[in-house]
């Protein structure tokens, strides 16, 4: 439940959050100067975009590689186009990949010094301090830039030792038999969807081998730089630590802010041989347009040691409808569990369940408008199914509402599934003298007489009123069901039919048919019902109040209630039935001398005539306009990660999804994994850990720390798995999470198979506020509330900073300090 702030409550968050944003802003902008800039395109070579074998043989031909990798590239490529998109986890529909560019050369040759480099790809390294750190701090450091190395090298007392500290592809050219034995056999092609993608289009990467018995006590650092709008990066890792030896490598990565997307998906595989220590340090400081997508794993043997540190640096308006699958709710009341209508793969409209719904604090938005009418308001950031235009062709994709250009289509739902149900009456109350009958349950003419009333009925404390001519059509229709359903006498007063029924009146406000022209509202009930009854509803208002302009075919109805034909209208687009524009008609009555003029108001709602005949369809984007600051509401829908909202189809509300794991292989292995996530604005990190003991007297700790704000969204998903037989396995989980406001959010995933009784398995996990009570005690002593909020922050991500080496300060921890420390004081 949101906390009911009190106003001292108030004021103090207030002030927090002015600082943090303060402190946010000054990051943001320290991004762009730092990492967020972008380089001239000036490459040797550019694949075209998409994905084809075409693309594959291409790549592989240009890099000279042995007919075996071709083929493993091949294999990989049908595996990918086989794999269906993840369902769970992140959205990751709204990814393009005929849009992305999956080969990007950006020179001719590999530099043995920086100023071998052309000028632009050097400056970029410069600016990124990566040369300082080499000259200072590093045993070696490879740089890659788009798809390919462009540096590497390594120090001469290492490389005298053995140790190898190569890119991939001249690992595949200067050690093919040992890239062979190891390549692919621990993350294979079919291990996933994006493995395989990587498996088919990989280029660049490290490769490293420690012989036995070498201790590599500085750092190998590789550096990934992307650089292109809408580039696909893939480069492939493999590490190899022989029996007795230890290194620690680490790599940093960052892109420009581009406004389109580009798709970052690396595997890495470590071998980690017996009573050998591998570390592997990853700070990733993605802009967020880039898809993080990657997956890391480690086989450790005997007495290995294996840790991995990690650090991985929009909405709806409260009253927006949603059509579920049975009912039209307002999405702030739309509950985890609920079953909403939603757009599978197929152009199929099915029933989809509720993960999640998420309250954010008032924020701006905007009123997104189509040519037929249909309204919605929203975040900037949030998506919607779009038909685009490009040359002659339509691209069909997700766009925020911010992308939205002015002739784009917006996709609208049509015909819906039909899952009502008759609503089942239960009144028994008899007042009056003369004994009345009641409907058991709905049906298609009792609810048209509702319609009716809606439009021309009213009551008093004892009667109840049809405005209908003898002559109207609807006439006889109304006092039949009158006389059948409910066996009541009425009669003919001018243009009224009337009952005197005190029970009579009392059902139809049972029923919901309350208050007056101007208060009336459509029961909420109806939107339950089966399509037919919900369509006979809505034709008995038309009857009453509809009618049909001259030389037009098309019908309005009219009101001087306009909410109650936004409801009308909503519920039409449930019933795949074309509602248009509700429009205002004014006049002014002029009276006698001495008496103000009266100002008379009437709204009307506009239905096509043309009907709808398939699920989805298009109409041209009319405005997008601003509208203020509202409360807004997002839901997380399983499988197709998809809703309708106001009859318009939208998207849940960029993504890192990545979980290091380790397979505990040989006695007395063990695998320490520690992380970090940030999620600001528009970011939903979805990052874990993973530990699988197959042997005895294994242990492993799995620390995940998580920060959110401004909007982003961080979760934890984990596995601890002990195989039957594993004993004396000892393992520690923790998961802790600070949110910063309120419109941000955590989630914790976890999930442990222990299949051993002789085994000690911990699991915590905390999520929290800065609370005022560590405020007040910081400050008591002297600190600012800024400076009392950074120490708060830091102290929650020092588990993770002091396993940094202090050596690697230079770049690492100058990229923690960027992402983590300062975005949030």
Not at 454 to 477: I, Q
Request: glycine share 8%.
């Amino acid at each position: 439940m949101p906390r009911k702030w009190k106003t001292a409550d108030m004021l103090l968050w207030d002030k927090i959050m002015a600082e943090v944003s303060k402190e946010i802003l000054e990051i943001k902008e320290g991004y762009e100067q730092k990492y967020g800039f972008s380089a001239p395109e000036n490459y040797s070579f550019r694949a075209k975009r998409g994905l084809s074998e075409e693309i594959v043989r291409q790549i592989s031909a240009i890099k000279g590689e042995p007919e075996w990798m071709t083929d493993f590239r091949l294999k990989a490529l049908k595996i990918f186009f086989s794999r269906p998109m993840p369902a769970w986890g992140a959205d990751l529909s709204t990814i393009d990949f005929d849009n992305i560019f999956y080969y990007i050369r950006p020179t001719e040759k590999q530099g043995k010094t920086w100023d071998d480099m052309p000028p632009e790809i050097k400056n970029t390294f410069d600016r990124l301090g990566i040369p300082e750190a080499e000259q200072k701090f590093l045993g070696g450091v490879g740089a890659q830039y788009e798809s390919e190395s462009v540096y590497h090298h390594i120090r001469k007392d290492l490389e005298q030792q053995g140790v190898i500290f190569l890119d991939m592809d001249s690992g595949l050219r200067e050690c093919p038999e040992i890239v062979k034995k190891h390549f692919g056999k621990i993350i294979p092609a079919a291990d996933n969807k994006f493995a395989a993608l990587n498996s088919a289009v990989w280029s660049g990467g490290s490769f490293v081998y420690v012989p036995e018995g070498v201790k590599v006590a500085t750092p190998l650092q590789a550096y990934f730089r992307i650089n292109a709008k809408n580039m696909g990066q893939f480069e492939r890792t493999l590490i190899i630590t022989e029996p007795n030896s230890s290194a620690h490598y680490t790599e940093g990565c960052t892109a420009p802010s581009y406004s389109t997307d580009s798709l970052h998906a690396a595997v890495v595989e470590i071998v980690a041989k017996e009573n050998s220590k591998l570390r592997y340090t990853t700070i990733q400081n993605w802009s967020n347009n880039v898809y993080n997508l990657v997956t890391k794993r480690a086989h450790a043997h005997r007495n290995a040691v294996v840790e991995w540190i990690d650090g991985n640096l929009g909405c709806l308006v409260e009253d927006t409808k949603v059509f579920t699958n049975n009912d039209i709710k307002e999405i702030k009341d739309v509950k985890e569990g609920d079953f909403v209508y939603s757009l599978d793969p197929d152009f199929k409209i099915t029933r989809q369940k509720v993960l999640a719904r998420k309250e954010n604090p008032e924020m701006p938005v905007y009123k997104l408008r189509t040519m037929n009418h249909r309204e919605v308001i929203a975040t900037a950031n949030h998506p919607f199914l779009v038909m685009s235009k490009h040359g002659n062709l339509l691209e069909m994709r997700w766009k925020k509402l911010d992308e939205i250009e002015t002739n784009d289509l917006i996709g609208l739902s049509g015909i819906m599934p039909d899952t009502g149900k008759p609503m089942q009456i239960e009144f028994n109350e008899k007042k009056g003298k003369k004994p009345i009958m009641y409907p058991k349950q709905t049906d298609d003419e009792f609810m048209w007489l509702l319609g009716f009333y809606v439009g021309d009925g009213y009551t008093d404390h004892s009667r109840l009123y049809f405005a209908v001519p003898e002559n109207d059509k609807s006439n006889v229709k109304v006092k039949s069901i009158l006389k059948e359903t409910f066996g009541a006498d009425f009669e003919q007063k001018g243009v009224v039919i009337r009952t005197n029924s005190v029970d009579l009146v009392a059902f139809f406000k049972f029923m919901g048919m309350t208050g007056n022209a101007k208060t009336k509202r459509v029961p909420k009930w109806i939107n339950k019902l089966p399509e037919s009854q919900k369509n006979a509803f809505i034709q008995g208002y038309i009857d009453a109040d509809g009618h049909t302009r001259k030389g037009h075919k098309n019908v309005s109805i009219t009101s001087v209630n306009k909410e109650l034909l936004e409801d009308i209208k909503i519920l039409a687009m449930s019933c795949g039935m074309n509602p248009m524009k509700i429009s205002k008609w004014s006049r002014r009555e002029r009276k006698p001398l001495g008496i103000e003029e009266k100002l008379y108001e009437h709204y009307f709602l506009y239905f096509s005539d043309n009907h709808m005949t398939q699920p989805v369809y298009f109409s041209k984007l009319q405005s997008i306009e601003p509208s203020g600051n509202r409360i807004t509401y997002d839901i997380e829908v399983d499988g197709t990660h998809n809703f309708i909202a106001n009859g318009i189809i939208v998207h849940n509300s960029k993504i890192t999804m990545k979980y290091p794991s380790v397979y505990l292989l040989g006695e007395g292995s063990q695998a320490n994994i520690v992380s970090v996530a940030y999620a600001g604005k528009g970011q939903h990190q979805d990052a874990g850990g993973k530990a699988i003991h197959m042997a005895k007297n294994t242990s492993s700790t799995i620390l995940s720390k998580s920060i959110s704000r401004d909007g982003g969204k961080t979760t934890y998903r984990g596995l601890l798995k002990v195989a039957k037989g594993a004993t004396g396995v000892k393992s520690n989980v923790r998961c802790d999470a600070l949110i910063l406001d309120n419109k941000s959010a955590s989630d914790t995933v976890p999930y442990m198979d222990v299949a051993e009784k002789n085994v000690s398995i911990t699991h915590e996990a905390t999520v929290g506020k800065i609370s005022e009570e560590q405020l007040f005690y910081l400050m008591a002593r002297g600190l600012a509330e800024s400076e009392a909020m950074g120490l708060v922050v830091r102290g929650f991500i020092e588990p993770f900073t002091r396993e940094l080496p202090m050596e690697y300060a230079v770049e690492l921890n100058r990229l923690v300090q960027m992402e983590m420390t300062g975005a949030v004081g």
